[in-house]
């Protein structure tokens, strides 16, 4: 193996454990919370609050539309893929509750239709009170205050960033500067063990959201990767890792990261 050039890799102190999604189709709300818990502690120095995966899938999946451009009210009631934007929008838009107040809950699901079974909580509308939690968690800063309970507010804002195979600086210098990147991809069902198969040509399209934390550049560039954080738990990949060979960027897209500017007292 080439001599290592470049080293960022932000899996340390402030990364939040892998989460697990389980059978549902809820990888942009793990990419989204992972970014945010990360920028929370890091802007913190401590960690303040696991934030709620279904609160953010719920309003993900509500952002849905119809093919007429109305909102779809049986989205929520699907395991269904969201947008990113839709999800950090959200996030935005109406905060996020703690996993104390809205905890992670695999259901049962109809594999034909998608719709969730009776009783799944993922199914569900989240309870008065997490949603009086999220308030606090707002992007404005008085309103935030304004709606603070027991938890204490932090500021998001968002922004797209023009990442492509080649043009990766934007992705590597949000990285550098200590910022996870959350994107998607089109996997071909390609993710096995610690790195990505050589080729999806021929393979069923699927598409899968990620979290970019970090890369790797020697002095032969064949060995360049980034180094992705999954949502299926520590058992993939390398403790839930893997490494993606900077090629592979022309499966990614919709790149994104979240900013924490300030602490709300």
């Given at each position: ?85 839709d999800a950090i929008k959200s996030l935005k838009d109406k905060g996020v509750c703690s996993e104390e107040d809205w905890s992670y809950e695999v ?18 509308t989240p309870p008065k009170l997490a949603w009086n939690h999220a308030l606090g968690h707002l992007a404005t800063g008085e309103t935030a205050r ?120």
């Amino acid at each position: 193996m080439a001599p290592t050039k470049t080293f960022i890799d932000l899996r340390g102190e402030y990364m939040p454990p892998v989460y697990d999604q389980g059978k549902m189709m809820s990888c942009t709300a793990h990419a989204v919370a992972g970014a945010f818990e990360f920028q929370t502690m890091r802007l913190h120095r401590q960690s303040l609050f696991s934030p709620s995966r279904l609160f953010l899938w719920y309003n993900a999946r509500k952002a849905i539309t119809t093919p007429t451009g109305s909102p779809d009210p049986q989205a929520v009631k699907k395991n269904i893929g969201t947008y990113i934007r839709d999800a950090i929008k959200s996030l935005k838009d109406k905060g996020v509750c703690s996993e104390e107040d809205w905890s992670y809950e695999v259901g049962e699901y109809n594999t034909k239709t998608l719709r969730f079974l009776n009783g799944a909580k993922a199914a569900m509308t989240p309870p008065k009170l997490a949603w009086n939690h999220a308030l606090g968690h707002l992007a404005t800063g008085e309103t935030a205050r304004k709606h603070a309970s027991r938890l204490l507010a932090t500021g998001t804002s968002y922004h797209r960033l023009n990442a492509t195979e080649t043009n990766i600086q934007p992705l590597k210098e949000c990285l550098s500067k200590g910022h996870p990147v959350i994107f998607g991809m089109k996997t071909y069902g390609l993710l096995r063990g610690s790195a990505i198969n050589d080729s999806g040509e021929g393979l069923r399209e699927a598409r899968h959201s990620l979290l970019a934390v970090g890369y790797i550049e020697r002095d032969e560039p064949k060995y360049n990767v980034i180094i992705v954080r999954n949502s299926w738990s520590e058992r993939f990949g390398q403790k839930g890792y893997f490494y993606m060979p900077y090629p592979y960027l022309k499966l990614c897209y919709d790149f994104w990261i979240l900013n924490l500017p300030q602490k709300i007292n």
